[in-house]
Nanobody, 124 residues
Framework: QVQLVESGGGLVQAGGSLRLSCAASGRTFRTKTMGWFRQAPGKEREFVAAKSWIDGSTDFTDSAKGRFSIARDFAKNTLYLQMNSLKYEDTAMYFC?????????????????WGQGTQVTVSS
């Protein structure tokens, strides 16, 4: 099993930035992709971004392109989501997840391990 622990959420004004972290531990050898999802109140959880553990390629949802970036620290086995130019509609609980599938999937069912989430609140 892989354990994922997110951190870095908080309250920020619109236009501001936050960096989320996801520390992975345990049996990570199955992992091919690590990703971020988010869930706003009353809405379904949605894909945000992902990074391939194999070749480092990245994948972003349209609303994140140009504003968010994703990176990995190999030494710390930690995934980061840098979020810039935050908007009110980015307010959500953000979840880190691990997948055995190659990068490209946005389906929750393709991710086998999830963190507990970290709250991001953007004030307008």
């Amino acid at each position: 099993q892989v354990q994922l622990v997110e951190s870095g959420g908080g309250l920020v004004q619109a236009g501001g930035s936050l960096r989320l972290s996801c520390a992975a531990s345990g049996r990570t050898f199955r992992t091919k992709t690590m990703g971020w999802f988010r869930q706003a109140p009353g809405k379904e959880r949605e894909f945000v971004a992902a990074k391939s553990w194999i070749d480092g390629s990245t994948d972003f949802t349209d609303s994140a392109k140009g504003r968010f970036s994703i990176a990995r620290d190999f030494a710390k086995n930690t995934l980061y989501l840098q979020m810039n130019s935050l908007k009110y509609e980015d307010t959500a609980m953000y979840f880190c997840a691990a997948s055995e599938f190659p990068i490209g999937t946005h389906e929750e069912g393709d991710f086998y391990s999830w963190g507990q989430g970290t709250q991001v609140t953007v004030s307008s």
